[in-house]
C-alpha cells in the first residue's frame, strides 16, 4: 500500500488554515498515486485546541470542516484520508465530544476510531473535555485491516510502567485481537529532552510485540509553550525503522510499504542540538501564529541575552531582530563591547540606551519617601525596570515583540525582577537551566565564534551593583541545577536530595526559594518548554500555601 505521512505545522483554532494545509497534501498524495494519506491528531483544529471545544460555534465550524473534507474527499475517489478531529460523542452525561480519527473516502465517512485513554497528566488535560470510546475496531482498507489509535492509546505498554498500568483498558491488544494487519498511530505528542528515545521504544516495542508494521504520524510546529516535534516514523515487524521523517520541520512524502525493506536502529539526535532546533521553530511559530514579524532583545552582555538573541535570529532572520544594550551605572564597558561584538557577528541592528540618567531621576524622585534608608535591592530592582519599560516602549512603538531572557535556574529561585528582566511576551529560555544555557551557547559557537568567548567565560552577573556576580545570592550553578533536577523534574522530597549528597542548608533555601517565588512566576512571560517539568501549564502549584 502507498501511504502518504502528512507531517505538518497546523494553528490551533484556524479551521480553513489547516484545511488549507489538508488540501496541498492531498493533492501531492494524489499525484503520487497513494491510496492513503494520514495526518496527525486533532489536526482540524490543532491540538491542543483547548477551551475553544467548549464555546458551540467553534464545533459548530469544525462540523463544517469535516463537511468540507468530505466535499475534498470526492475529487479523490481512490484515496482514502485519515485525519484526526474532535466529533460529537453520544454518551449519556458526557462531555460532548470525542477525540476522534475518521476515515474518509469519495465523499464518506467509512469509519470513525475515537481516542480510548485519555491523558490527565503534566500538560495534557483531555478528561475536562473529552469522553473515552466506548468500542475498538480495526477497520478493513485497501487489503489491510487498519488499527488506528490515536497518540496515548500506544503508551499503555506495562514493559515501560512496571507496576503501574496506567489504564484498565489496552487499545493496540485490542486492535491485534480482532485482527488488525498494520497498526497507525496519530499523534500530538510534544517535545521533551527525554521524549525521542521513550517515544520509539514504546512504538517499536508495540511493532515487535505483535509482528505487526506501526506507522506512528506526529503533529510538528510551535503552538504556544508546547513545541511538536514531529519525527514520524515507519517502524518494521521487527521493531526497526523502515522509514523516518525529521525533526522540527513539515514534510509530506509517500512510501510504499511493499518496497520498504531496508531496515536500520534509531539514532539518538544529541539533546543539546534538540533544544537547539526546538526552541528556534518554538520562536518563529509563536510570532507567526500570533501576528508578529519582529523581536527586540535586551542586551546585558551576558550569557542568556546572547544565546536568546543567537536563537531569534535563526528563527527570524537578522533583519527582523533588534538589540538593545542599556548601560547603567554598574555595568562594565566590556559588557557593551560584547554586546556590540555579538550584533556585529550576528549582522543584527544594535542600539545603546544609558539608563544613569532616568535611574538617578527615580532615585531623586524616591528620596523623600526612602527617607534616607541605606540603598539594598529595591535600587537595584529599579534599574531592571527602567530596562523592562524601555524594551516595552520600543515593542509598543514599533511592533517587536520582546523576547525575555531569564533562564530556567534564574526563575526557579525568584532570581529575576518582576516587572523588570521578566518583562517580555516570550520567556524563551525559561526552561534551560544555566548549565544548558552554556552547552547552547557552545553549539551555537560549533563552526564559527558567533557568541564572543569573552561572554561564555565570564563570571554570571545582573550587574546591578559594584563587582555584583550570580554566586554572591546563590549556590554554584551546577549544584543548583543538579538540586532542581531532583526537585523539580523528578518530584524527590528534601531529605531524598540530601541523601544524594548535598547540603542540607542549601537543598531548604532551594526549596523554599523555589516556593516563595510561585508568585513570580505566575505573571511570567509565556516560555517554551523543553524539558519534562516546565514552568507553565504542566505544573500547577498554589501561591498562597505552607508547604515547605
Known amino acids: 500500500m502507498k501511504i502518504t505521512i502528512a507531517q505538518l505545522d497546523p494553528t490551533v483554532g484556524d479551521i480553513e488554515g489547516n484545511l488549507s494545509l489538508m488540501s496541498t497534501a492531498i493533492e501531492k498524495a494524489s499525484k503520487d498515486l497513494s491510496d492513503l494519506i494520514v495526518f496527525s491528531e486533532l489536526f482540524l483544529t490543532a491540538y491542543p485546541p483547548r477551551d475553544l471545544l467548549e464555546f458551540s460555534w467553534f464545533i459548530d465550524k469544525v462540523n463544517t470542516g469535516i463537511d468540507r473534507i468530505l466535499e475534498i474527499s470526492k475529487s479523490y475517489p481512490e484515496l482514502g484520508i485519515l485525519i484526526g478531529t474532535p466529533t460529537k460523542s453520544e454518551m449519556p452525561h458526557g462531555r460532548g465530544l470525542y477525540n476522534s480519527a475518521i476515515l474518509l473516502q469519495n465523499g464518506e465517512i467509512i469509519h470513525k476510531q475515537h481516542k480510548s485513554l485519555l491523558p490527565t497528566y503534566d500538560i495534557f488535560d483531555e478528561v475536562r473535555y473529552f469522553d473515552p470510546a466506548s468500542e475498538i475496531e480495526p477497520v478493513k482498507f485497501k487489503g489491510e485491516k487498519l488499527g488506528i489509535n490515536i497518540c496515548e492509546d500506544a503508551w499503555n505498554d506495562p514493559v515501560f510502567w512496571p507496576g503501574r498500568k496506567l489504564y484498565s483498558v489496552d487499545p493496540i491488544e485490542t486492535l491485534v485481537k480482532k485482527g ?16 525521542q528515545i521513550t517515544r520509539y521504544r514504546i512504538i517499536s516495542n508495540q511493532a515487535a510485540k505483535y509482528s505487526l508494521p506501526f506507522l506512528y504520524v506526529n503533529q510538528v510546529g510551535g503552538n504556544d509553550e508546547l513545541i511538536f516535534d514531529g519525527r514520524s516514523m515507519l517502524i518494521s515487524k521487527i521493531g526497526k525503522i523502515l522509514y523516518e521523517l525529521p525533526s522540527f520541520s513539515e514534510d509530506v512524502v509517500t512510501i ?30 509563536y510570532l507567526k501564529k500570533c501576528g508578529f514579524k519582529r523581536a527586540v532583545v535586551g542586551l546585558s552582555g551576558g550569557i542568556d541575552s546572547a544565546v536568546t538573541i543567537c536563537l531569534a535570529v535563526r528563527a527570524l532572520g537578522k533583519e527582523n531582530v533588534l538589540g538593545i544594550s542599556m548601560p547603567s551605572p554598574y555595568s562594565s564597558k566590556g559588557s557593551i563591547e560584547d554586546s556590540r561584538r555579538l550584533s556585529d557577528n550576528l549582522g543584527i541592528t544594535f542600539k545603546i540606551i544609558p539608563i544613569s540618567e532616568i535611574y538617578n531621576n527615580y532615585l531623586n524622585t524616591l528620596l523623600p519617601v526612602f527617607n534616607n534608608l541605606p540603598p539594598d535591592i529595591t535600587e537595584e530592582n529599579i534599574q531592571a525596570r527602567i530596562r523592562g519599560n524601555i524594551l516595552m516602549a520600543i515593542s509598543n512603538k514599533f511592533g517587536h515583540l520582546v523576547l525575555s531572557t531569564g533562564n530556567k535556574s534564574e526563575l526557579a529561585v525568584g532570581y529575576c525582577t518582576l516587572y523588570g528582566d521578566m518583562s517580555g511576551g516570550l520567556a524563551v529560555i525559561s526552561d534551560v537551566p544555566k548549565t544548558m544555557v552554556y552547552k547552547l551557547a557552545r553549539f551555537i559557537n560549533r563552526n564559527r565564534e558567533i557568541i564572543p568567548e569573552e561572554i561564555i567565560k565570564k563570571a554570571p552577573s545582573a550587574e546591578l551593583r559594584p563587582e555584583q556576580k550570580d554566586e554572591d545570592s546563590l549556590p554554584p550553578y551546577k549544584i543548583l541545577d543538579e538540586i532542581l533536577q531532583y526537585f523539580i523534574e523528578e518530584g524527590l522530597s528534601i531529605e531524598e536530595i540530601i541523601n544524594k549528597g548535598f547540603d542540607k542548608d542549601t537543598v531548604i533555601w532551594v526549596a523554599k526559594a523555589i516556593a516563595r517565588n510561585e508568585y513570580k512566576r505566575k505573571q511570567a512571560a509565556l516560555g517554551l518548554k523543553v524539558t519534562t517539568k516546565a514552568f507553565g501549564m504542566g505544573r500547577r502549584m498554589p501561591i498562597a500555601a505552607k508547604y515547605i
Open 180 to 195: 488488525a494487519t498494520f497498526l497507525i498511530n496519530i499523534s500530538a505528542s510534544p517535545f521533551n529532552t527525554k521524549k
Open 256 to 285: 510504499d510499504t511493499d518496497e520498504l525493506n531496508n531496515e536500520k536502529d534509531f539514532q539518538q539526535m544529541d539533546d543539546i542540538e534538540l533544544v537547539h532546533d526546538a526552541l528556534i521553530l518554538g520562536i518563529k511559530d
